[in-house]
């Protein structure tokens, strides 16, 4: 059984979403993680759609040439006009593509929201960053550097590499903060970031900064992108954080699947 699409009819954003336009969108991600073409009756059941609702949107999507229709063994599979779609966004970097999503999220939530790659030494990076324009904002400069365990994005690293609880004390011991958590406190928010998908550091890494992060993992598991919003804690309303967590988890997971597709089983 394949992954039900992130959308459903009514309930995506508060609003009534078209079901048939939200059922296609799910038939082409399901066709994108698939290895080989599929027949109507696998992709019905790997969508969670009715077959008959499934051929007729999938013989619409064909005339359009969105799928690919091969009679001899009546499978389908992504067509050219998916291509034809995804040009423009061909050359463009991970940071250009998330940037939409970092500005909406800035300007939703008034604080600076910020990519972080994470790279193969053991650290984080900040390669892109959002602002507000009506907010006092904290300043981040691109190129930032810091170990890859510290802070909220540490947090969520932590989880994702499931370190045994000595291996982290360890490695947490040389970590610097300007007012350093216990380990006992860094663990149980290692833990509650591995339930949750999202964590904060509240003036730890930085005084008098608030931060919430999400991680992005490719196919593997393996921390890709960090993604946060700062705020100076006194201008910051604690009541938001979950709402914020959760959208930073979201949008982590999204950016997860779309760069680092995870590809069907094969399907007879």
């Known amino acids: 059984m394949g992954e039900r699409s992130s959308l459903e009819p009514g309930k ?45 949107i999938l013989r619409t999507l064909a005339r359009a040439r969105y799928v690919s229709f091969h009679e001899k063994d009546k499978t389908y599979a992504l067509g050219l006009a998916v291509a034809e779609l995804a040009a423009g966004l061909l050359g463009m970097s991970h940071a250009e593509l998330l940037q939409p999503e970092l500005q909406q999220l800035a300007l939703k939530y008034e604080m600076i929201i910020v990519l972080w790659r994470v790279t193969e030494d053991g650290h984080i990076v900040l390669i892109d960053r959002a602002y507000s324009p009506a907010a006092v904002r904290v300043e981040m400069a691109i190129g930032i550097r810091l170990p890859m365990l510290v802070g909220a994005v540490g947090r969520c690293v932590a989880a994702a590499l499931a370190l045994k609880q000595d291996e982290l004390r360890q490695r947490f011991a040389a970590l610097r903060w300007q007012s350093p958590p216990s380990f006992e406190a860094y663990w149980a928010d290692v833990q509650a970031a591995r339930q ?4 904060i550091d509240s003036g730890h890494l930085y005084r008098g900064l608030t931060t919430i992060a999400a991680l992005v993992t490719d196919q593997e598991g393996r921390p890709r992108f960090g993604i946060s919003g700062i705020t100076i804690t006194a201008q910051y309303d604690p009541t938001v954080s979950p709402r914020l967590g959760a959208e930073l988890r979201d949008l982590a997971e999204l950016t997860g699947k779309a760069l680092f597709p995870r590809p069907l089983p094969d399907s007879e």
Request: aromatic share 6%.
């Open 196 to 199: 949750n998908g999202w964590s």
């Open 12 to 56: 995506a954003t508060g609003q009534r979403d078209v079901g048939a336009v939200v059922h296609a969108i799910g038939i082409l991600r399901y066709l994108s993680m698939a290895t080989t073409p599929l027949g109507v009756a696998a992709i019905a059941r790997g969508t969670g759609i009715s077959v008959s609702t499934c051929f007729n």
